[in-house]
T-cell receptor, first 111, second 115 residues
Framework: EAGVVQSPRYKIIEKKQPVAFWCNPI?????LYWYRQNLGQGPELLIR????????DSQLPKDRFSAERLKGVDSTLKIQPAELGDSAVYLC?????????FGPGTRLTVT | QQQVKQSPQSLIVQKGGIPIINCAYE??????FPWYQQFPGKGPALLIA?????SEKKEGRFTISFNKSAKQFSLHIMDSQPGDSATYFC??????????????FGKGTKLSVKP
């Protein structure tokens, strides 16, 4: 069974530029999560989807971050404009009931 | 406010030793406690998880001990191997009527197993 797929794996951009991350969850998983992991820290939730609906986006900085999950499968997370403090690993996870399975993440460096 | 506190921050053991990583939580509504293992450049991988209705769970060389009254849980790795060297995260979440809530992670423990 294929795991959670994320792309790109690495991204380097200059501040104020836009960036987008893509996630393909495990087939059949209705719940999709985006987390941000700062260096030396545990992941922190940005947004959680149940099918197409964003059921928890309370931690998403909505002034610059946006996300979508069209057709309840793939999802895209966007940052516009990026700031230096956005440098982190962005992780996508999918799950059913209690278990969550993470993708390899996208390492973003903002210069 | 950190809801899941993890210790130690780093741990070095010899091959065959039994590293123990501890976590404490604050929210008594949490009802699911997983441990994740993360290697450099990889995403966290689910290792083992426990619900509060049991005090211990074993899967292979990994054991979770759970103390509901103390609001603490720990991970034990039996007969540790150099390949176990990784960062381990505890986490907690609560059920929302059939849908899993958000995982709250500890800050991680970097384990190094010396040959």
């Amino acid at each position: 069974e294929a795991g959670v797929v994320q792309s790109p794996r690495y991204k380097i951009i200059e501040k104020k530029q836009p960036v987008a991350f893509w996630c393909n969850p495990i087939s059949g998983h209705n719940t999709l999560y985006w987390y941000r992991q700062n260096l030396g820290q545990g992941p922190e939730l940005l947004i959680r989807y149940e099918n197409e609906e964003a059921v928890d986006d309370s931690q998403l900085p909505k002034d610059r971050f946006s996300a979508e999950r069209l057709k309840g499968v793939d999802s895209t997370l966007k940052i516009q404009p990026a700031e230096l403090g956005d440098s982190a690993v962005y992780l996508c996870a999918s799950g059913q009931r209690y278990e969550q399975y993470f993708g390899p993440g996208t390492r973003l460096t903002v210069t | 406010q950190q809801q899941v506190k993890q210790s130690p921050q780093s741990l070095i053991v010899q091959k065959g030793g039994i590293p123990i990583i501890n976590c404490a939580y604050e929210n008594t509504a949490f009802d699911y406690f997983p441990w994740y293992q993360q290697f450099p450049g990889k995403g966290p991988a689910l290792l083992i998880a426990i619900r509060p209705d049991v005090s211990e769970k074993k899967e292979g060389r990994f054991t979770i001990s759970f103390n509901k009254s103390a609001k603490q849980f720990s991970l034990h790795i039996m007969d540790s191997q150099p390949g176990d060297s990784a960062t381990y995260f505890c986490a907690a979440s609560k059920d929302y009527g059939g849908s899993q809530g958000n995982l709250i992670f500890g800050k991680g423990t970097k384990l190094s197993v010396k040959p």
